[in-house]
C-alpha cells in the first residue's frame, strides 16, 4: 500500500511539473503530412516561421561556402591557358550563378506575425527557396562534374573539389531546413513537407 501511496505522489507532481491540463481542440492528433512519418505540427503557424528561420540560417552558410569555391575557381583559372581555361571558366560560371540563386534565399524570412498574417504568402517564400536551392544545388553538382574531368589534365584542383562539395552539402542542408528535398535531374518539381495550413 505505501508503494502505491508514493506512486500516486510521484505520478501528481511529475504530472504538476509538466504543466499538464485539460485538451483543447487544438490538442487533438492530427494525420501526418503526406509523405512524412512525422505527425502535423500542432501549430503551423510557428512550424512555418521556424523553417523559415532555420532554412535562412543555413542557407547564409552555404552561400558563404559557395563563395570560398568562386574565389578558389577563380584563382585556378588564373593559372590555366586555352581550353583549359574555358573549361574552368564554366566551372566559375556555375558557382557564380549558384551564388546569384541562393542570394534572396538569404533574405530576412517573414516574421511570425507575418506568417500568421498571411500564411500562404510565407509558405510560397518558403517554397521559392527550396526552389531557389535546387537551381544552385544542380548548378554546383554541374561545377563539380567538370572539376572532375579537369583534374584529369590540371593539376592543383582538390582544393576546389573539397570545397564544392562543402558547398553542395550545405546547400543540401538548407533545402531540407526549409522542408523540402534535393532534386536531380530527373526528379519531379520541388517536393515539400509542409502541411497545408
Not at 509558405?123 to 531557389?132: F, N
Request: aromatic content about 4%.
Amino acid at each position: 500500500m505505501r508503494n502505491v501511496l508514493a506512486w500516486l505522489v510521484c505520478s501528481a507532481v511529475v504530472l504538476s511539473l509538466c504543466g499538464c491540463r485539460g485538451r483543447s481542440p487544438s490538442d487533438v492528433y492530427k494525420p501526418p503530412v503526406e509523405g512524412s512519418s512525422k505527425p502535423a505540427p500542432q501549430d503551423p503557424d510557428q512550424a512555418l516561421a521556424e523553417q523559415l528561420r532555420s532554412g535562412t540560417v543555413q542557407m547564409a552558410a552555404a552561400s558563404d561556402s559557395i563563395q570560398d569555391a568562386l574565389k578558389e575557381a577563380k584563382r585556378a583559372v588564373a593559372s590555366l591557358k586555352g581550353d583549359l581555361k574555358d573549361a574552368a571558366q564554366e566551372v566559375v560560371d556555375y558557382i557564380d550563378d549558384a551564388g546569384a540563386t541562393v542570394a534572396d534565399a538569404c533574405a530576412d524570412p517573414p516574421a511570425l506575425d507575418d506568417v500568421k498574417k498571411d500564411f500562404a504568402a510565407a509558405d510560397d517564400v518558403r517554397k521559392h527557396r527550396i526552389a531557389a536551392g535546387n537551381d544552385a544545388y544542380t548548378g554546383l553538382q554541374e561545377a563539380a562534374g567538370s572539376v572532375s574531368d579537369l583534374q584529369d589534365q590540371v593539376e592543383g584542383l582538390s582544393t576546389l573539389s573539397d570545397l564544392l562539395k562543402i558547398a553542395i552539402s550545405d546547400v543540401s542542408d538548407a533545402i531540407q531546413a526549409y522542408g523540402g528535398t534535393v532534386q536531380s535531374d530527373d526528379d519531379v518539381p520541388v517536393k515539400d513537407k509542409e502541411s497545408e495550413h
